[in-house]
């Protein structure tokens, strides 16, 4: 029986995420516990992919100096997920699959067009026109709006890093980058295009978790809000 643990972290700074799916991933790869997918957001934080500076100088990735990005509590991080910079902040329900590939028997392309599926799935859920941009990874809206990112990383066949998908996420947060190396595009949160002040974004999470369970093929979920027993993650949270 293909069994998927849930850990529900919360909100915690972006840093100790990146810890705690390290910690996951060594246990994972060594067959210490099953697939793991971390429910969680973040402060106000921008992210750079690996490809970020090899396509763009920083200044370029990042319009808002250093000093104003502090003076905003805004932190930047350099990651070795896929892709450019992105945002993250409260409301963007993010999930970090520390998954298996070679137990999952896929690879990792398929994989990222099954987290572009979940995505599209709860978009389409609310009546959007979402889909697809080719040479373009993502959840769009009528083409034109970016509604759900992602970045991977796989080492040793084991992934890292995950999906964000805007609920209720303050957009302005995106106006300090070029998101996602994209500059003829916009980015949009279910809110908006709902014409919502508000959307339940804890239900939102919960329809990317059920998504992401079906598509993935697992057929039993243990689901925690804390670290549980048998993982060892020290102090991370």
């Known amino acids: 029986m293909r069994t998927l643990q849930v850990l529900r972290a919360g909100t915690i700074p972006y840093n100790r995420a990146l810890a705690l799916?390290?910690?996951?991933?060594?246990?994972?790869?060594?067959?210490?516990?099953?697939?793991?997918?971390?429910?969680a957001q973040h402060p106000p934080t921008i992210t750079l992919g690996r490809h970020t500076l090899s396509r763009h100088s920083l200044s370029d990735a990042i319009l808002t100096p250093q000093s104003e990005l502090q003076r905003l509590q805004i932190e930047v991080h350099?990651?070795?997920r896929g892709g450019d910079a992105t945002f993250h902040g409260p409301g963007q329900p993010i999930l970090y699959p520390i998954v298996s590939l070679r137990a999952?028997?896929?690879?990792?392309r398929l994989f990222v067009e099954r987290l572009e599926d979940l995505m599209l799935e709860v978009a389409r859920d609310y009546k959007l026109q979402a889909g697809r941009i080719p040479s373009q990874t993502g959840?769009?809206?009528?083409?034109?709006?970016?509604?759900?990112?992602?970045?991977?990383?796989?080492?040793?066949?084991?992934?890292?890093?995950?999906?964000?998908?805007?609920?209720?996420?303050?957009?302005?947060?995106?106006?300090?980058?070029?998101?996602?190396?994209?500059?003829?595009?916009?980015?949009?949160?279910?809110?908006?295009?709902?014409?919502?002040?508000?959307?339940?974004?804890?239900?939102?999470?919960?329809?990317?978790?059920?998504?992401?369970?079906?598509l993935?093929?697992?057929?039993?979920?243990?689901?925690?809000?804390?670290?549980?027993?048998?993982i060892r993650t020290g102090d991370v949270l």
């Not at 999952?104 to 990792?108: A, D, E, N």
């Not at 093929?217 to 925690?224: C, D, F, I, K, Q």
């Open 104 to 108: 999952l028997g896929i690879g990792i």
């Open 139 to 214: 959840c769009w809206i009528d083409q034109r709006r970016k509604i759900g990112a992602l970045g991977i990383s796989a080492p040793q066949g084991v992934t890292m890093h995950g999906l964000a998908f805007n609920a209720n996420t303050d957009l302005d947060g995106f106006k300090h980058i070029v998101p996602c190396g994209i500059l003829d595009k916009e980015v949009t949160s279910l809110a908006r295009e709902l014409g919502q002040e508000r959307v339940d974004e804890k239900l939102v999470e919960e329809q990317l978790l059920q998504s992401f369970v079906r």
């Open 78 to 80: 350099q990651t070795h």
């Open 21 to 39: 799916q390290r910690n996951l991933h060594e246990q994972r790869r060594s067959g210490g516990i099953d697939d793991t997918l971390v429910l």
């Open 216 to 230: 993935m093929g697992y057929e039993r979920v243990v689901s925690t809000e804390n670290l549980g027993e048998g």
